[in-house]
T-cell receptor, first 112, second 114 residues
Framework: DGGITQSPKYLFRKEGQNVTLSCEQNLNHDAMYWYRQDPGQGLRLIYYSQIVNDFQKGDIAEGYSVSREKKESFPLTVTSAQKNPTAFYLC???????????FGEGSRLTVL | GQQVMQIPQYQHVQEGEDFTTYCNSSTTLSNIQWYKQRPGGHPVFLIQ?????EVKKQKRLTFQFGEAKKNSSLHITATQTTDVGTYFCAGPGYSGAGSYQLTFGKGTKLSVIP
């Protein structure tokens, strides 16, 4: 089945620790995105990548980092510099410019 | 930067009543997309509108794109409990680097009372 796989689904971490969220797609899409969702805040763009080895900051990139070494993979690292990391993180991909987004099932991160 | 505003933030309706959510962009859009997120789930693409004044229907859902391509609406006729969820509109924006990104509204959370 084609789709986007995010892991882990739930993650707990202590303050001061970095954590990496995985996002893999087998849709052969060029573009991939990371969004953060907080209650009542909608979806806010963290980082996006439209081609391998290239990515751009979104609206709330501070405290996050990404890499795009392979077309299929776009991992997100939540660093200790992120002041309020507890949130629901959604990865998405699209076939190209202005196309619809296909979302993964999300990763829910809780910082204890 | 581009802003996409959506109202209302919440809507409670009796089953069988109609529901409408409105989306307004600070800039003219090349297209607008609508997504639905069920409680505990992830957003799922519903539709994309491209042309000025375009109206599209999906069963009980009617989507409109404004003449100026800066606003849009989603209307659900005779809501059912399966319509429960949050509805998001999203419009494309372009950074100075020429990259494409999608900006989402904050969504309208629909509750349907049986």
């Amino acid at each position: 089945d084609g789709g986007i796989t995010q892991s882990p689904k739930y993650l707990f971490r202590k303050e001061g620790q970095n954590v990496t969220l995985s996002c893999e797609q087998n849709l052969n899409h060029d573009a991939m995105y990371w969004y953060r969702q907080d209650p009542g805040q909608g979806l806010r763009l963290i980082y996006y990548s439209q081609i391998v080895n290239d990515f751009q900051k979104g609206d709330i990139a501070e405290g996050y980092s990404v890499s795009r070494e392979k077309k299929e993979s776009f991992p997100l690292t939540v660093t200790s510099a992120q002041k309020n990391p507890t949130a629901f993180y959604l990865c998405a991909s699209s076939p190209g410019y202005t196309g619809e987004l296909f979302f993964g099932e999300g990763s829910r991160l809780t910082v204890l | 930067g581009q802003q996409v505003m959506q109202i209302p933030q919440y809507q409670h309706v009796q089953e069988g009543e109609d529901f409408t959510t409105y989306c307004n962009s600070s800039t003219t859009l090349s297209n607008i997309q609508w997504y639905k997120q069920r409680p505990g789930g992830h957003p799922v693409f519903l539709i994309q509108l491209v042309k000025s004044g375009e109206v599209k229907k999906q069963k009980r859902l009617t989507f409109q794109f404004g003449e100026a391509k800066k606003n849009s609406s989603l209307h659900i006729t005779a809501t059912q409990t399966t319509d429960v969820g949050t509805y998001f509109c999203a419009g494309p924006g372009y950074s100075g680097a020429g990259s494409y990104q999608l900006t989402f509204g904050k969504g309208t959370k629909l509750s349907v009372i049986p």
